[in-house]
């Protein structure tokens, strides 16, 4: 039976589980009853008064890749001039900038590149272990997880468990974008499949590393679709979560850029309007993912602020050095600092908190002395 547009609304409202032909309907209805509906999921799901971020860096420690996805703008090939692979002093050097400021954890991701050994991934974490021992390590996407156990001949058991015995604290779930394979395959014929990606994420919940969940929108794909990515995974966090204890940690949603990509003009990309609401219909369907991350890389700080009255109750992370969302969006924006995640949330109405990987607050920043105008005005007389 189908449920008419207020009893739809009334239902996500109470919280019930929606399945997949309800999920989609919500796309239709008009977007401030669904953001309404979002905001006040959200407000009984988190803490209703805190907006939290962290402060983390990213690190691609190689931009040279041999999957060559077409909306990507920011891997090379080998021969390429500016392709480079990062050594471990410069991987350190970028660490230690992070500390200076506080940061808790790196997001280390690269390119599939056919050029690096086993050995290379194991003593990168060995060194950050030895030399930065407080910081998390959250690496590798399921597609570099999936070009090691090809190319080491390692099943996936034996790969994360050298990886973990290295030093690896989680595996960021990158490289979601939509969990359907027809969008995947015109997007990149050569991008892991989401049988892979799921494989590899069950086993890493499997082993206690932390993962989150992710979506990117934008590639043309249908509102079916994105309901159907939303329903896998609140599926794997269901399985996760009954047999493992604990799941994604939470749940990340940007939009697609093809800004020097070959799907510049051939992707239909999104706007904000669709954003916001694919946002709030995440926060409704995934109802076991209690922390939905607004995303300042692919939108702005603004609609990240405006997301957070659409179902976002975090502002994700200072990044200090995002590389792959800017080079596809066109914009050099490659971090956020502390006090413009403090403003964004203090001026919505929130408060602030640093948080950890798992989402937890860890501090809280003094809001008043971060938002003091930074030029004041002498008073007169004054030398
Ligand atoms: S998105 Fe990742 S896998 Fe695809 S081309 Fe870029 S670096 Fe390679």
Redesign the pocket.
């Known amino acids: 039976m189908t449920l008419s547009a207020s009893s739809l609304l009334d239902k996500a409202a109470r919280g019930e589980r929606l399945d997949h032909s309800e999920v989609t309907a919500l796309y239709s209805l008009p977007l401030p009853d669904v953001a309404a509906v979002a905001h006040e999921l959200r407000l009984a799901r988190t803490d209703p008064e805190v907006v939290t971020f962290l402060i983390d860096r990213n690190i691609n420690y190689t931009?040279i890749?041999?999957?060559?996805?077409n909306?990507?703008a920011?891997?090379r090939t080998a021969r390429q001039k500016d392709s480079y692979v990062l050594d471990y002093e410069q991987i350190s050097h970028k660490i230690r900038e992070l500390e200076a400021v506080g940061g808790s954890r790196i997001l280390m991701?690269?390119?599939?590149n056919p050029q690096l050994g086993l050995e290379y991934y194991t003593g990168l974490l060995q060194h950050i272990k030895r030399h930065h021992p407080t910081i998390r390590i959250e690496a590798f996407?399921p597609?570099?997880v999936l070009f090691m156990e090809k190319a080491f001949g390692l099943d996936l058991d034996t790969l994360l468990d050298t990886l973990i015995q290295a030093g690896l604290d989680g595996l960021p779930g990158?490289?979601g974008e939509i969990l359907e394979d027809e969008v995947r395959a015109n997007a990149?014929p050569a991008?892991?499949r989401s049988h892979d990606w799921f494989r590899i994420l069950d086993a890493a919940q499997r082993k206690g590393l932390y993962t989150i969940s992710t979506m990117v929108i934008g590639f043309g794909e249908s509102h079916a679709q994105r309901a159907s990515h939303l329903l896998k995974i609140r599926d794997q966090q269901d399985r996760s979560l009954q047999l493992y204890g604990h799941g994604f940690a939470g749940f990340a949603m940007w939009t697609l850029q093809t800004e020097h990509t070959r799907l510049h003009g051939k992707a239909p990309g999104a706007s904000a309007h669709e954003y916001l609401q694919q946002l709030a219909i995440a926060r409704i369907a995934l109802d076991n993912q209690p922390n939905i991350q607004a995303s300042w890389p692919a939108q702005g700080f603004k609609v990240a602020q405006a997301a957070l009255y659409y179902g976002a109750s975090d502002l994700g992370s200072t990044m200090l050095e995002e590389n792959?969302v800017s080079a596809a969006a066109g914009h050099d924006r490659h971090n956020a600092t502390v006090r413009e995640l403090v403003r964004i949330a203090a001026d919505a109405g929130f408060r602030p908190m640093i948080r950890n990987s798992f989402f937890q607050p860890i501090a809280r920043p003094d809001v008043e002395a971060l938002l003091r105008p930074v030029h004041q005005e002498q008073p007169v007389g004054a030398d």
């Open positions: 931009n890749c041999n999957v060559g996805c909306f990507c920011f891997y991701q690269g390119g599939v996407s597609e570099e990158a490289g990149a991008r892991i792959v």
